[in-house]
């Protein structure tokens, strides 16, 4: 069991959920106040990423996530910023045209996922270790391997922290392969990302045996969403680990209820206290994840 916990919370993410919940955090304005009252309930790290104020669509514009990062970091809260990097490998297959990209696609080069990284060095950031099939659908979120170890070096030269999100046991294998060769620096952080289609589910098992691929000394989370949140929140404390939650994975606080990310937050704060468990502070945590000092 995990006695000091750090809580991250996810505040909007890019899934197809703006036109679900009526108040999903969409403008920069909203994502940054989302992600500071997130803080205040007690989470270290804030996952973030930006949507089109204008329509609510997942976006990777620079301008956005500078907003969000400047006005969070001059909020004043004491809070871990760990921005995506998944945008720009989504590929829609149209099978009477396999060889082309579908409407709907966007894919850019390597580095170019990095753009905001570059420009505003948060503390960390995501690398999704793999391409994997999203839905039941013509949609795959591709990361080939190279465009990885690309990735990976150059973040490692940024001095940012990657957090690996493993949404299968093949992606444990190719991030163990990238600390092998020296692309991650430090003691090595993973995410174990549960229950999206089509990778790991969000049961005992499948935790164990990807935790037992993990590399020895591993620093490590989990999230599944939708009603698994909850529970895996639990599962993961007690199988060593730590947790993430927010309105990128799961909208309500019950069933037929609308959450907020600070309701979330709070909830899972009570879970892992009733566990017998404490929650880190970001200062906490920093120390915890080998993390540089903030900019300010």
């Not at 920069?28 to 803080?39: D, G, N, T």
């Not at 299968?168 to 549960?194: K, M, S, W, Y």
């Not at 680990?241 to 994975?249: A, S």
Request: net charge negative; with cysteine.
């Amino acid at each position: 069991m995990n006695h000091e916990v750090i809580v991250s919370c996810a505040v909007t993410g890019a899934g197809d959920t703006a036109g679900i919940h009526p108040e999903l955090p969409v403008t920069p304005e909203q994502i940054a106040a989302a992600a500071v009252a997130a803080s205040e309930a007690g989470a270290a790290v804030a996952h973030i990423h930006v949507r089109d104020p204008r329509t609510g669509a997942p976006s990777r514009k620079l301008e956005y996530y500078r907003e969000v990062v400047d006005r969070i970091r001059s909020s004043g809260a004491d809070v871990i910023i760990n921005l995506t990097t998944g945008m720009g490998g989504d590929l829609f297959v149209d099978d009477s045209h396999p060889s082309v990209a579908a409407p709907g696609s966007d894919m850019i080069p390597a580095l170019e996922r990095l753009e905001h990284i570059e420009a505003l060095r948060p503390e960390m950031c995501t690398l999704d270790c793999g391409s994997m099939n999203f839905s039941d659908g013509d949609y795959v979120a591709v990361v080939t391997a190279s465009q990885l170890r690309t990735m990976a070096a150059r973040v490692k030269e940024l001095g940012v922290k990657p957090e690996l999100e493993v949404f299968d046991t093949g992606h444990v294998r190719l991030a163990n392969r990238l600390i092998d060769e020296g692309l991650i620096d430090g003691t090595p952080l993973f995410q174990l990302c549960l229950d999206i289609p089509y990778g790991a589910p969000a049961d005992t098992r499948t935790m164990a045996a990807m935790i037992d691929l993990l590399p020895p000394g591993a620093v490590w989370g989990a999230f599944a969403i939708s009603r698994m949140e909850m529970p895996i929140v639990a599962q993961s404390v007690l199988l060593g680990g730590h947790v993430r939650v927010g309105l990128e994975d799961n909208l309500y606080q019950r069933r037929g209820v609308f959450a907020s990310n600070a309701q979330l937050v709070e909830k899972a704060v009570a879970l892992v206290e009733a566990l017998g468990a404490r929650t880190l502070s970001a200062a906490e945590a920093r120390v915890k994840l080998g993390l540089r000092r903030p900019v300010r």
